[in-house]
């Protein structure tokens, strides 16, 4: 478990996290993406965002 950067709360990361995984804060549904496995560290996920083929 890591607290949400967002809001605080724990956050379960699995029993094999793999890094650039995402997972999602169960509090305020913020997507996390992680770092790092040892030390466990996350951050917000990037926005994907549409480029519609240009």
Same mark, same amino acid.
């Given at each position: 478990?890591?607290?949400?950067?967002?809001? #605080?709360?724990?956050? /379960?990361?699995? @029993?094999?996290?793999? *890094?650039?995984?995402?997972? &999602?804060?169960?509090?305020?549904?913020? #997507?996390?993406?992680? /770092?790092?496995? @040892?030390?466990?560290? *996350?951050?917000?996920?990037? &926005?994907?965002?549409?480029?519609?083929? #240009?």
């Amino acid at each position: 478990m890591i607290a949400c950067p967002e809001c #605080e709360a724990s956050v /379960l990361v699995g @029993d094999a996290p793999r *890094v650039s995984e995402i997972v &999602e804060c169960g509090d305020c549904s913020t #997507e996390l993406e992680i /770092l790092s496995l @040892d030390p466990l560290q *996350v951050a917000l996920a990037p &926005e994907i965002e549409e480029d519609w083929g #240009e």
